[in-house]
């Protein structure tokens, strides 16, 4: 019997959790066909375009910095009100200020410099190179991957490519690659990097750095999770050094419903590199210039000096140690749902439980502290008979 009313407690936090966490996890949802189109309220002007579905409450902060939130969808439009001009240079000043440009703080891991990339979407691929928009367990876009670690071992970086599929490209995708995810923060990386496509026209993407023609980059981040602030704060000081050294990489930033897989680790992002309708050599391009910027932003602008022996080689994410808290914080509070999941079942409801409890402070409990007096009395009366001896 207590076996079964164990069994129905376990299902219920079960049940309870799912509810959690599937608003969360099958969030991340794509187009499957076409892309949304976000407008200005006012002006009716494009802001921007993404083959990730759009949903109110959902913000973006483009090219130039200007922060806006998504209040109505209709079909494949978007729209949004302007929200604030970000002051962009805050988190580049905040980058400059603390241990001579080191923005973030990592795992110290006895001085080795190590970044993860991994790949949700493992079909993604890019027409006009690969020949298809998308190619199942081996798309072009591990191609693009490995072109961002290889540009990060120039820069003296460690780096581990996983090269692990997570197909099909579909809703479960994420909860799928969580895995992998989980295995590469095992390695303690002071970085773990997402790298996709999107799916919209080539133009929306096609840019110049230098003169140099590439496919520009956005960041996307998860507004659904409790490391948003830490995430967004590694999200900013990426695109502050793009937009001072690089100007024209970075596209602009996603606050798109869901987590990502962000939730797991401050310093993770995903990386959209151009879209399936660029040549895949020029997102590979644009990703060897994030590499630049990935090193600079997690090791200072010096980021090829050796660290000293002992030293850590950067500085701490802001918000970094709440983040932590935040998830203790809920934890403890699922164990808490958990275990009165478990009373109300083996006690048959709220009124029997609130009986048991009443008895419990009422006799049992008064019992066991008189029990406690008692011993103490008895062991001051021995005390006393020892010390007179």
């Given at each position: 019997?207590?076996?079964?009313?164990?069994?129905?407690?376990?299902?219920?936090?079960y049940?309870?959790?799912?509810?959690?966490f599937?608003?969360?996890?099958?969030?991340?949802?794509?187009?499957?066909?076409?892309?949304?189109?976000?407008?200005?309220?006012k002006?009716?002007?494009?802001?921007?375009?993404t083959?990730?579905?759009?949903?109110?409450?959902?913000?973006?902060?483009?090219?130039?910095?200007?922060?806006?939130?998504?209040?109505?969808?209709?079909?494949?439009?978007?729209?949004?009100?302007?929200?604030?001009?970000?002051?962009?240079?805050?988190?580049?000043?905040a980058?400059?200020?603390v241990?001579?440009?080191?923005?973030?703080?990592?795992?110290?891991?006895?001085?080795?410099?190590?970044?993860?990339?991994?790949?949700?979407?493992?079909?993604?691929?890019?027409?006009?190179?690969?020949?298809?928009?998308?190619?199942?367990?081996?798309?072009?876009?591990?191609?693009?991957?490995?072109?961002?670690?290889?540009a990060?071992?120039?820069?003296?970086?460690?780096?581990?490519?996983?090269?692990?599929?997570?197909?099909?490209?579909?809703?479960?995708?994420?909860?799928?690659?969580?895995?992998?995810?989980?295995?590469?923060?095992?390695?303690?990386?002071?970085?773990?990097?997402?790298?996709?496509?999107?799916?919209?026209?080539?133009?929306?993407?096609?840019?110049?750095?230098?003169?140099?023609?590439?496919?520009?980059?956005?960041?996307?981040?998860?507004?659904?999770?409790?490391q948003?602030?830490?995430?967004?704060?590694?999200?900013?000081?990426?695109?502050?050094?793009?937009?001072?050294?690089?100007?024209?990489l970075?596209?602009?930033?996603?606050?798109?419903?869901?987590?990502?897989?962000?939730?797991?680790?401050?310093?993770?992002?995903?990386?959209?590199?151009?879209?399936?309708?660029?040549?895949?050599?020029?997102?590979?391009?644009?990703?060897e210039?994030?590499?630049?910027?990935?090193?600079?932003?997690?090791?200072?602008?010096?980021?090829?000096?050796?660290?000293?022996?002992?030293?850590?080689?950067?500085?701490?994410?802001?918000?970094?140690?709440?983040?932590?808290?935040?998830?203790?914080?809920?934890?403890?509070?699922?164990?808490?749902?958990?275990?009165?999941a478990?009373?109300?079942?083996?006690?048959?409801?709220?009124?029997?439980?609130?009986?048991?409890?009443?008895?419990?402070?009422?006799?049992?409990?008064?019992n066991?502290?008189?029990?406690?007096?008692?011993?103490?009395?008895?062991?001051?009366?021995?005390?006393?008979?020892?010390?007179?001896?």
């Amino acid at each position: 019997m207590r076996t079964g009313k164990a069994f129905m407690a376990f299902f219920v936090l079960y049940m309870i959790l799912g509810l959690v966490f599937s608003r969360i996890s099958f969030a991340e949802e794509e187009k499957k066909d076409g892309y949304f189109t976000v407008y200005e309220e006012k002006t009716n002007k494009k802001i921007f375009t993404t083959a990730r579905v759009v949903n109110v409450g959902d913000e973006y902060l483009d090219e130039d910095n200007n922060l806006y939130e998504i209040f109505k969808v209709e079909g494949d439009r978007g729209y949004a009100r302007f929200k604030e001009k970000v002051d962009i240079e805050k988190a580049l000043s905040a980058l400059q200020d603390v241990e001579d440009e080191s923005a973030l703080k990592t795992s110290r891991l006895q001085g080795k410099r190590l970044v993860a990339i991994y790949h949700t979407h493992s079909d993604e691929s890019y027409v006009p190179t690969d020949g298809k928009a998308s190619i199942p367990y081996k798309g072009g876009i591990f191609k693009v991957g490995e072109a961002l670690k290889e540009a990060l071992e120039r820069r003296g970086i460690t780096v581990i490519h996983s090269n692990q599929p997570h197909d099909p490209h579909d809703a479960a995708a994420y909860q799928r690659s969580r895995r992998t995810a989980m295995e590469l923060l095992k390695k303690g990386p002071d970085a773990l990097i997402d790298i996709h496509r999107d799916a919209v026209p080539a133009e929306e993407y096609s840019g110049h750095v230098n003169g140099q023609p590439i496919a520009k980059i956005r960041l996307v981040v998860g507004r659904q999770n409790p490391q948003i602030q830490s995430i967004n704060n590694f999200a900013w000081q990426l695109k502050a050094v793009a937009d001072k050294k690089y100007p024209g990489l970075m596209k602009g930033i996603f606050y798109g419903k869901g987590s990502y897989n962000q939730d797991l680790f401050p310093r993770t992002i995903l990386v959209e590199a151009g879209t399936y309708t660029n040549h895949r050599d020029k997102a590979q391009e644009g990703v060897e210039i994030l590499a630049d910027v990935i090193a600079t932003t997690l090791y200072g602008s010096d980021y090829q000096k050796k660290a000293a022996p002992g030293t850590g080689g950067t500085t701490q994410v802001p918000g970094e140690g709440g983040s932590a808290v935040k998830n203790i914080l809920w934890i403890i509070i699922f164990g808490a749902i958990g275990f009165i999941a478990y009373l109300l079942v083996s006690t048959g409801g709220w009124k029997e439980l609130s009986s048991k409890l009443g008895r419990f402070m009422g006799s049992e409990f008064t019992n066991f502290l008189g029990s406690l007096k008692s011993k103490e009395r008895g062991g001051n009366r021995g005390d006393r008979a020892g010390d007179e001896g």
